[in-house]
Every structure is written in structure tokens, then in C-alpha cells.
């Protein structure tokens, strides 16, 4: 038996989705076109116009969530490449395994907003992208799995079988 057993179905679709998606460099060029942020988030974009350290606080933002595995949360949280309300993001990603919930929670309440606001909108877009390339549809929630994992079931815990032997004869 395995970590991957004891999950609930909605924690093994979140495992298997993350370790699953896989963004890779044309999704983030693709994604980077979109150089700024919705016009609903005007005010937020004007602070990423006024800092002289927005890139380098992308970069150590971007890192962190490239470490700690954490872009299928950080699209989740949002809509349409919004980020929503603090209260409906936890309402999402409440089903996810925990050990990625702490990085998650540091990265909501120690990044700026306007980098954060920007490093969704990124995240969404590749991870979408991506999603849409390995699935055929972009859009995914837990409840709809994948629950399982051939990787992961192969050294998963199975009933013995076995015959046994007569050794009367």
C-alpha cells in the first residue's frame, strides 16, 4: 500500500492532474503574448507599470512555483485568468493533497498582488493551453478524475493471489 491508496478520489484526481501537467515553453510564449493584465485590473497594472523590481519579483515568484509544483493551483484559483476572492479560491483547492497547500498558502499571502495577478493569469493560460494539447479540452475540475495512475498503481498494495499446493499426494 502506497500514499496514493489512502487519498480520497478527489485528492488522487488533483495528484494525477498535477503530476500530469506539464507546461512546457511554447505554452509560457504562447501565454506570455498577453503582457498585461485584464482591464478589470487596471489598478494593478498601473503598479506593475510604476516598479523597477517587477521583473525580478516575477522571476523569484516564478521560481517558487515552478519548485514547489504548485501552476494547476494557481489556475484553479482563478476565472478566465482572474483571480478570484481569497474565500472561493480555498473553496476550490480544498480537496488537494495537503503537502502542497502550505506552499500554496505562502505564495496567496507573501506575494504582491499585482505580481501574483500576473503569475495567474500566466499560469492559467500555459496550463490551459497544455491541458487542451494532452486532454483535447481545457477546462478540468476534481470531480471529473482522473482517479487513477498506471505509475503510481504498479507499486501499489494488491491482494496476494497465489494456489496452494497439495502436498499430499
Given at each position: 500500500m502506497n500514499d496514493f491508496d489512502l487519498m480520497s478520489p478527489k485528492q488522487k484526481a488533483w495528484f494525477v492532474e498535477c503530476w500530469s501537467s506539464f507546461p512546457e515553453f511554447e505554452h509560457y510564449s504562447?501565454?506570455?503574448c498577453a503582457d498585461e493584465l485584464p482591464d478589470e485590473l487596471w489598478?494593478?497594472?498601473?503598479?506593475?507599470?510604476?516598479?523597477?523590481?517587477?521583473?525580478?519579483?516575477?522571476?523569484?515568484?516564478?521560481?517558487?512555483?515552478?519548485?514547489?509544483?504548485?501552476?494547476?493551483?494557481l489556475e484553479q484559483s482563478c476565472d478566465e485568468g482572474v483571480m478570484l476572492p481569497e474565500e472561493l479560491i480555498?473553496?476550490?483547492?480544498?480537496?488537494?493533497?495537503?503537502?502542497?497547500?502550505?506552499?500554496?498558502?505562502?505564495?496567496?499571502?507573501?506575494?504582491?498582488?499585482?505580481?501574483?495577478?500576473?503569475?495567474?493569469?500566466?499560469h492559467f493560460l500555459a496550463v490551459r493551453m497544455e491541458r487542451a494539447d494532452r486532454c483535447g479540452k481545457p477546462d478540468w475540475c476534481p470531480a471529473e478524475g482522473p482517479f487513477t495512475c498506471a505509475e503510481l498503481e504498479e507499486t501499489s498494495w494488491k491482494k496476494a493471489s497465489f494456489k496452494p499446493r497439495n502436498y499430499a499426494r
Open positions: 504562447a501565454a506570455a489598478e494593478l497594472q498601473e503598479l506593475i507599470d510604476e516598479d523597477e523590481d517587477f521583473e525580478s519579483w516575477l522571476e523569484e515568484w516564478e521560481e517558487f512555483v515552478q519548485q514547489n509544483h504548485i501552476w494547476v493551483l480555498y473553496e476550490r483547492v480544498k480537496d488537494c493533497p495537503r503537502e502542497w497547500l502550505a506552499p500554496f498558502e505562502t505564495l496567496l499571502q507573501q506575494c504582491p498582488d499585482y505580481v501574483l495577478a500576473f503569475l495567474a493569469q500566466r
